[in-house]
């Protein structure tokens, strides 16, 4: 087996009296020979003794290059500082004696095999190989070249070994994928018999198919001779019923004639009674008219505020042309009791509005108490319809009991309060007073134009005040 690749860092053999004789050569004899080809587990083995007792020689013993790899630790010493080590054991003959003294002392019985020229059987050939490179005994070469041959034996060994564990593998994985391509096998069988059998199975339901399609057909062929006699038979009655159609229409005809005649002969005998209804129902009309104006009447069912108040319906009616004469552009709070003092007034007032104006440093629970029970004492000294309107999207707990002639009204969620008392003005009757007690211009702008009497919240908290 050829031997390695040699170490950079040779160190030839010395030619003073540092160096042991070599069989063969004498003092003063010629150049020493080259150094041999050292395996590299050998050279390996030479870095590391030598790396091993590096600390333990005296400083000044120490070559000034290899004093800082000295300090270094004992498993970076070797890597680290290998050819530094290398390249002194081959300047410096002296340094390595002096290692080789340590190093044969530390080998012991090896140690001293090895200086004598001869080497155990059972030792280890790259240690005897580095020995005999440091101490370098008579014959010391040839324990190198026994070294490297037993490492490359070793080495080829190794590789054998590992062709050998491959092929093995290689065989049992062979004999694997054969027992599974034989268990593949028989699976491919049985599942080839079974698709021959649902083969079979198939072409069998395949007959039965088409034996079935075939009595189909026979079925459907019966059923389109059926279909023609009974398209015949169908086209005969159609054209009976046409006759009869035609007959029915004549007949029907001559019906809508002769109603035409009664029709106009009612019609003319219902215009003279509509004519006579018709003065009547105008005589009638002119007199309950006259009659409501001079004893404003009670209605008979319930108030245009209830309407409101119960169904919050949206009221479409157009202002009748009259409506407008009725209000009355003033902020005097005299005017609330001649108001009021009108037959069948009604008195709207705009509730949030009020209270924050008079008391509003109260809560907004007592704020409706105190308004509410006011209101009850001028609608049972006036006898008035009186409605008071708040915010709210759903009416609030806490409220006092209602006094007799006073509605309570909270707007709906998406309505504020004055969208809820411009449509308790549009829901009165033309004629009838409607009062609206409010500060906010917007609200009597928009009740003025519906024909009700705007009035300033201060006009109702004296009259309050006052009660």
Known sequence: MPLTEPYDDHLPEEGSSAAAPEAGAGPGAGAPEPEPTLPEPVRQRIVALTAAVLPGLPADEVPVPLRRVAKFAPNRRARLGGSVIAAQLTADPLFRQRVTARVLVDAGDLGAAVVEGTAPGAADPVEVAALAYLARPRGWRELIEASGAAVRAEADSAVVAELVREAEQRAGRAEHDRAVARVEAEKLRDELARVREELGQLREENRQLQRTLRETQ?????????????????????????????????????AEAAAGVARASAKEARSVDDARLWLLLETIGQAAVGLRRELALDPVEKLPADFVADAFADSSATTPAGTAARARDTDDPAR?????????????????????RGFGEMSL???????????????????????????GAERMHGLPPTPRGVRVLFSRKGETADELIRRLVRAEPAGRPVVVVSSDREVADGVRRHGAYPLGADSLLRRLARS
Do not use: C
């Open 218 to 254: 026979a079925r459907e062929r019966r059923a389109n001779e059926l279909l023609a006699t009974e398209r015949g038979r169908a086209a005969r009655a159609a054209a009976d019923s046409d006759a009869e159609l035609r007959r029915a229409r004549a007949r029907l005809a001559e």
């Open 336 to 356: 609330l009791d001649q108001l009021l003092a009108l037959p069948r007034a009604h008195l709207v007032v705009d509730g949030y509005n009020v209270t924050k």
């Open 365 to 391: 629970e007592q704020q409706r108490k105190r308004l509410i029970t006011g209101l009850g004492g001028i609608a049972a000294q006036t006898g008035d319809e009186v409605t008071v309107v708040f915010d």
